[in-house]
């Protein structure tokens, strides 16, 4: 029972270059979303989906692209990186169907150092 | 303008005895509130949660509480013991799906054996 899969776990990135941050959930969840971890901050949300299809901006989108083709995967484009996205990434997942005041489930994160 | 807020970065406690984190907001369309434990290196895992109909809800040694009218919430944890050392955070949303979450600054608690 894998959860929520993020892959790097870590990536050093040249300003400019561009990069995908992957996330996988195998729980059959419809909502997933990517959040950001700075120092002394709790997490903010970058986007999130609501399904296979939709998705919309959240509290700090700039910078960032996102796509939903399938149920299972959500991956985070960062088309130029730049310092100020070095951060811990986030991918999470929930779902309705597990009932009502249901909880997102996390990955393990990835660690993004731009350079 | 944070819309949740965690006003202790940090808290020690002694094993065996209470830890009370606190937590306030300024969003009144609010419903659903969660913890959520973090170990260094690894994602959050829920902890408990708490819907507006409520004012308390128990899940072993940990209760949560809210207050709506102060918009403030505290998780309790009875006995606390050195495995809870972690950061603790706070997070809310506006349907309970578990979607959209706005999150806290987080508190490190520490208990000491």
């Known amino acids: 029972n894998a959860g929520v899969t993020q892959t790097p776990k870590f990536q050093v990135l040249k300003t400019g270059q561009s990069m995908t941050l992957q996330c996988a959930q195998d729980?059959?969840?419809?909502?997933m979303s990517w959040y950001r971890q700075d120092p002394g901050m709790g997490l903010r949300l970058i986007h999130y989906s609501v399904g296979a299809g939709i998705t919309d901006q959240g509290e700090v989108p700039n910078g960032y692209n996102v796509s939903r083709s399938t149920t299972e995967d959500f991956p985070l484009r960062l088309l130029s990186a730049a310092p100020s996205q070095t951060s811990v990434y986030f991918c999470?997942?929930?779902?309705?169907?597990?009932?009502?005041?249901?909880?997102?489930?996390f990955g393990q994160g990835t660690r993004l150092t731009v350079v | 303008d944070q819309q949740v807020k965690q006003n202790s970065p940090s808290l020690s406690v002694q094993e065996g005895r209470i830890s009370i984190l606190n937590c306030d907001y300024t969003?009144?369309?609010?419903?659903?509130f969660l913890w959520y434990k973090k170990y260094p290196a690894e994602g959050p895992t829920f902890l408990i949660s708490?819907?507006?109909?409520?004012d308390k809800n128990e899940d072993g040694r940990f209760t949560v509480f809210l207050n709506k009218s102060a918009k403030h919430l505290s998780l309790h944890i009875v006995p606390s013991q050195p495995g809870d050392s972690a950061v603790y955070f706070c997070a809310a949303s506006e349907d309970n799906a578990g979607n959209m979450l706005t999150f806290g600054g987080g508190t490190r608690l520490m208990v000491k054996p």
């Open positions: 969003n009144s369309m609010f419903d659903y």
């Open positions: 708490i819907s507006s109909i409520k």
């Open positions: 999470a997942s929930s779902s309705l169907y597990r009932g009502w005041n249901t909880e997102a489930f």
């Open positions: 729980m059959n969840h419809e909502y």
